[in-house]
């Protein structure tokens, strides 16, 4: 009897650019990102129905899950074409992404859409794009990269650049406002930053920079107090849209309500984009939230993992904050949804509904899989075991 082999798609052998990527690249982060692209799309079918009430205007009950189909297609594309490039291209789309970013976010304030009192998105007729999205990963790989061009101390102010792209990006951010993409950016870029080989003197400076930058943020807008005041009074302050959200995970249970079954889920305000985790906890109980959350511990601390044992100080820092960069929106967002912190807009990559955010996942992980691609020289036995040098501060 004939047993069955199974056989790679591609030879060890083969040298088209396709079967190298094929045989370099972390097929367990590619595959989890996917799974998490399918709960996606899974879950948008599940809202799709309750989240059209709020529009009279939409006739379709999965009009927002065909949609899903479609972004979570060009996300998948664009994460796979990313994941091609070399580190060099990583840069460069980097670079460009950064700076396309930062045009188009300064120029919202005159063609944005202003949308519950901020103004961050431009419509593009059949869908709004969200620039500050693209410029999270594009920032980050950025700022390793300066940050790696000054530890070479060649007379490179890498640190400076980084910082003044830092500062106009955040400065941006504010004008829109949009405090939560503030705070997100700015602890990734000071993790990079940390991982760069920062002076430890700097850290407290960092700190009591990051305190004072947080109690600013806090007096100058209201709707910041005003969260902060839902979240510590939640007898006294209207936590409507949390509240039931948390209803919501707790009906869930163990195993859910079924398929289509969720009740709570119809009472909660934007529900498939950033409380669509209280979705899948309603219909699919505590067993989906655990997977979901098992895959992204798995993509941080497997991406991690591989960054850190890179031998190029840029290619180890730009890699370790983009999972960074992942497992900290996600953090944030499941906080939210089980009210452990106050109430911010932030979509839970890969899942939430929302085409810039989908095609911005895409990019970040694309990117995070092209910088740790098994190539020649990239790991060396000990790597992880090698100390940055510090930066030179200006």
Not at 148 to 170: C, D, H, N
Not at 255 to 268: D, F, P, W, Y
Not at 343 to 365: D, E, H, R, V, W
């Amino acid at each position: 009897m004939t047993q069955a082999v199974y056989s790679h798609p591609f030879s060890r052998n083969d040298q088209s650019p396709i079967a190298q990527w094929f045989w370099t690249v972390d097929r367990g982060l590619l595959g989890a990102a996917l799974a998490l692209m399918g709960l996606g799309v899974m879950l948008s079918f599940a809202s799709s129905p309750a989240a059209i009430l709020a529009d009279e205007s939409i006739t379709d009950p999965f009009h927002y899950a065909w949609r899903m189909i479609v972004w979570a297609s060009g996300g998948i594309g664009l994460m796979l074409t990313m994941s091609l490039l070399s580190p060099r291209g990583v840069r460069r789309i980097a670079v460009l992404g950064l700076l396309g970013s930062i045009v188009v976010m300064a120029m919202l304030p005159f063609i944005g859409d202003t949308v519950k009192g901020a103004a961050r998105w431009v419509n593009l007729g059949p869908f709004s794009l969200q620039p500050s999205e693209f410029a999270k990963p594009s920032l980050i790989v950025f700022a390793a990269w300066m940050f790696a061009e000054g530890q070479k101390g060649q007379g490179v102010p890498g640190v400076s650049i980084a910082f003044g792209f830092y500062v106009v990006t955040v400065a941006l951010l504010l004008i829109q406002p949009d405090i939560g993409q503030t705070l997100l950016i700015t602890t990734t870029f000071m993790a990079v930053f940390f991982m760069a080989g920062v002076p430890l003197r700097w850290v407290a400076v960092l700190g009591g920079m990051f305190v004072a930058g947080m109690t600013a943020i806090y007096l100058l807008f209201p709707h910041v107090q005003a969260r902060v005041a839902k979240f510590v009074s939640p007898g006294v302050e209207d936590t409507h849209q949390i509240d039931r959200a948390s209803e919501a995970i707790r009906a869930g249970g163990l195993v859910g309500r079924g398929v289509g079954e969720g009740v709570m889920k119809r009472s909660v305000p934007d529900l498939h984009t950033d409380f669509i985790y209280s979705v899948g906890a309603e219909e699919f109980g505590l067993v989906l939230s655990l997977v979901m959350i098992g895959l992204y511990a798995f993509i941080v601390f497997r991406g991690m993992g591989r960054a850190m044992k890179l031998n190029d100080p840029f290619e180890q820092t730009a890699a370790a904050g983009l999972f960074m960069l992942i497992g900290l929106q996600a953090s944030i967002n499941v906080a939210v949804n089980l009210n452990l912190i106050p109430t911010k807009g932030m979509t839970l990559p890969f899942i939430s509904y929302g085409g810039s955010s989908m095609m911005a996942m895409g990019l970040t992980m694309g990117f995070a899989l092209a910088l740790t691609r098994r190539r020649p020289g990239a790991y060396e036995p000990g790597a992880s075991l090698q100390r940055p040098r510090r930066l030179l501060m200006p």
